[in-house]
């Protein structure tokens, strides 16, 4: 699978023209399914007005208004209740999967639950597109900062596909998100590499090689391998 893990969508054109690069086509001739299932999670996301701005393409996160050729919707908490054989064909003729921000225990728990993220390691050429927890469930682990709904088993882990945390949303002192030093202090509980973005930022991850795409700001919070160096 492809990665393009944002915090804010595909907010300036070097994300698009990342996001064009990873299809290995135009986004006109690419089909997408979108997963709101994160917002439903968190308590100032969903149910309700948001979910729905973010399915049809009126969210203030560019993602599904970006003109695909068609999307469509996948709600992971009703995959366990149907067959796989209705849902699992129409992940694997997908382009591109957009994936919601909200909650990311939430998100994760039903990736796990629906078998989506047993779906992954066949994905090869699919391109996954995450917009804050939506990036963040791809992560080893996301902090207790980051923690809003808990699953019954008591697991905080989330799925690991990449070795390195994210601290999105990053913004200046004073203004919405989290400043440079909310960001330290949770990489500060972070035992493995960590890195903060701001909303024009994207991280792309292909065959396991790991690239910043960014007209805005990002910093490597704590480094335990051989990381991309800030520019």
């Not at 990449?162 to 203004?175: Q, Y």
């Amino acid at each position: 699978m492809k990665l393009l893990l944002t915090s804010a969508g595909v907010t300036n054109t070097s994300i698009r023209d990342a996001l064009v690069k990873l299809l290995g086509k135009p986004i006109a001739e690419s089909s997408a399914l979108c997963i709101p299932t994160a917002q439903y999670g968190h308590p100032m996301v969903g149910p309700g007005v948001r979910a729905w701005q973010f399915i049809s393409g009126n969210s203030e996160n560019p993602m599904v208004d970006l003109g695909w050729k068609s999307v469509g919707v996948l709600e992971l908490t009703a995959l366990p209740s149907i067959d796989e054989e209705r849902w699992v064909p129409l992940v694997r003729e997908a382009d591109a999967l957009l994936v919601a921000g909200g909650d990311v225990l939430y998100l994760c728990h039903w990736m796990r639950e629906s078998g989506l993220a047993d779906l992954l390691p066949s994905l090869s050429e699919t391109v996954w597109v995450g917009l804050s927890a939506g990036s963040m469930v791809m992560t080893p682990r996301v902090g207790e900062d980051f923690i809003q709904w808990r699953p019954s088993t008591g697991d905080v882990t989330t799925l690991g596909v990449v070795d390195f945390s994210i601290c999105p949303h990053l913004a200046a002192d004073g203004l919405p998100g989290n400043s440079m030093a909310e960001a330290e202090q949770w990489a500060a509980g972070i035992p493995n590499t960590a890195y903060a973005i701001d909303d024009q930022t994207a991280i792309t991850v292909v065959d396991g090689s790991v690239d910043f795409v960014s007209e805005g700001r990002w910093e490597r919070l704590r480094s335990l391998s051989s990381d991309p160096e800030q520019p």
